[in-house]
């Protein structure tokens, strides 16, 4: 075959297509798992920064606390979490919203059992403030992580 060829071209731009797929190609991911959690309100104080706090629990179990929310009574939120291998998407979404006109601090938590025992990579947004914060997290028992939510 001659290197000047049509042939020669053709047959190097399949070998280039081929290369590209297998080094861009299809990666081994799990399947996205989703869970939906009710949050817990209790009070809280006025004027506290906004921020997320990750806590992990000798029993395996992650305590996720959402600080400098307004909510009026009756109010409820929910937390659904998509997870793929070791990334977590968490979005912080109102559940019952109340009209009750009487906005008062609240603090929101919640225990989940699902993440990885290892290092994830956290993605948070509250949906109904339009705060976000992207941070690692490692798992392991005593650990704990606040960020800061930005607008």
Not at 15 to 38: C, K, M, N, Q, W
Not at 117 to 135: A, K, L, M, P, Q
Request: charged residues 25%; aromatic residues 10%; hydrophobic residues 35%.
């Amino acid at each position: 075959m001659d290197i000047h060829s049509i042939e020669f071209y053709v047959l190097a731009l399949f070998v280039a297509f081929a290369l590209i797929g297998l080094l861009f190609g299809h990666t081994d991911r799990s399947p996205a798992r989703t869970y939906i959690e009710a949050m817990t309100l209790s009070e809280d104080e006025k004027d506290v920064p906004h921020q997320v706090t990750f806590t992990s629990q000798p029993d395996g179990y992650v305590t996720i606390t959402h600080r400098g929310l307004e909510l009026e009574d009756g109010d409820t939120l929910n937390l659904v979490a998509t997870i793929i291998d070791d990334k977590v998407k968490l979005v912080l979404k109102r559940g019952v919203e109340s009209r009750a006109g009487n906005p008062h601090p609240v603090k929101a938590s919640v225990n989940v059992k699902y993440f990885p025992n290892e290092r994830i990579h956290i993605r948070y947004d509250s949906e109904f403030t339009g705060e976000w914060c992207v941070f690692a997290f490692t798992n392991r028992e005593g650990h704990e992580r606040t960020s800061d939510l930005q607008r």
